[in-house]
């Protein structure tokens, strides 16, 4: 796996990742949200830079020239709902990529802390031969990574995935680099130590998607 940490050099991503980490400003439920979308601008960029080009002819008014563009067909797949910021994100600097969605949730049957990751929705294009970009913002066991890979299997198989997370878990980024294929990007912001019994990255930020959307029951 090619791992970009971009916490390994200071950037504006650290701001936001302070903002998103610290437990007042991250009640602001907007700013929340829209640090984790500017954390997904930037991280397309970067992206952008990995892609294949083609040559195409344009014509201003006031004569022609030869540019390049990117020629990769994209999937941009997100899991709900945490996921749907950083989509946005992605959305806003790849705007004509299709689009899947998949839910994945985290089920405790004997209502303890262990948990099982159930898919129950999946809404994908196919992806054969296509660029997938996986959005995940908190990578924390990689087991949610690992579910939704195997619910793809049958949507076809990619040319290049990249996988996007805000803030990962060293345990579990550990776990996806056995899973995927080694030639997998994995973006990240910033990466913490541990994970705590319930499977919750310490220190992490908490539960991104209750902070972006509201609590669950
Ligand atoms: N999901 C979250 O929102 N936070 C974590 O720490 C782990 C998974």
């Not at 009640?27 to 040559?55: A, H, P, Q």
Request: glycine share 6%; aromatic share 8%.
């Amino acid at each position: 796996m090619i791992i970009n940490d971009f916490s390994k050099e200071n950037s504006l991503i650290s701001k936001y990742i302070f903002e998103l980490r610290d437990v007042s400003i991250q009640k602001d439920s907007m700013r929340f949200r829209r640090n984790i979308e500017r954390i997904g601008e930037i991280m397309s960029y970067e992206i952008s830079k990995t892609l294949n080009y083609e040559t195409v002819k344009v014509t201003t008014p006031l004569g022609e020239k030869e540019v390049y563009v990117p020629d990769n067909k994209i999937v941009l797949c997100s899991i709900l709902r945490a996921g749907l910021p950083l989509h946005n994100g992605v959305l806003n600097y790849f705007d004509s990529v299709e689009n899947a969605f998949i839910s994945a949730y985290r089920e405790h049957p004997n209502d303890d802390d262990d948990f099982e990751v159930i898919v129950s929705y999946l809404a994908s294009p196919s992806i054969e031969g296509k660029t997938l970009i996986l959005v995940d913002p908190m990578l924390a066991t990689g087991k949610t990574l690992e579910n939704v890979l195997e619910a793809l299997k049958n949507h076809g198989k990619p040319k290049q995935i990249h996988i996007l997370s805000v803030i990962g878990a060293k345990p579990g980024i550990e776990y996806v680099e056995k899973i995927f294929p080694a030639d997998t990007h994995l973006w990240i912001a910033a990466v913490d130590d541990r994970l705590d019994s319930r499977g919750y990255i310490i220190p992490g930020l908490g539960d991104a998607g209750d902070l972006a959307y509201g609590d669950k029951l």
